[in-house]
């Protein structure tokens, strides 16, 4: 199970830290991820941790993705946001401990929480 919180209503330029706990039969210590979908579009991966760190072109620079495996915590952080930052973000983990960025290959995910950058 995957919870996120930390989504609200921002204004342009303004940050947002995500936080993703997982419990219960955890992979934690294997890939895990964010995704977002803004409105009438599909799901597209944001960020990715394994042994590394991976971000997609539009968030790369403005967001850190980091967890804390004691914790089985997973983190987003999100500065300088635009309005296009706004939808639904998912934080997804895989069986595997290899990352990917495709949403199919995904075990788990979350309900969601949702960002809204206002400009």
């Known amino acids: 199970q995957l919870e996120e919180s930390g989504g609200g209503s921002v204004q342009a330029g303004g940050s947002l830290r995500l936080s993703c706990v997982a419990s219960g039969k955890t992979y934690i210590s294997h890939c895990m991820g964010w995704f977002r979908q803004a409105p009438g579009k599909e799901r597209e991966w944001v960020a990715s941790i394994d042994d590394r760190t991976n971000y997609a072109d539009s968030v790369k620079g403005r967001s850190t993705i980091s967890k804390d495996n004691a914790k089985n915590t997973l983190y987003l952080q999100m500065n300088s946001l635009k309005p296009e930052d706004t939808g639904m973000y998912y934080c997804?983990?895989?069986?595997?401990?290899?990352?990917?960025?495709?949403?199919?290959?995904?075990?788990?995910w979350g309900q969601g929480t949702r960002v809204t950058v206002s400009s």
């Open positions: 997804a983990a895989r069986k595997f401990r290899n990352c990917a960025v495709v949403a199919d290959l995904y075990n788990y």
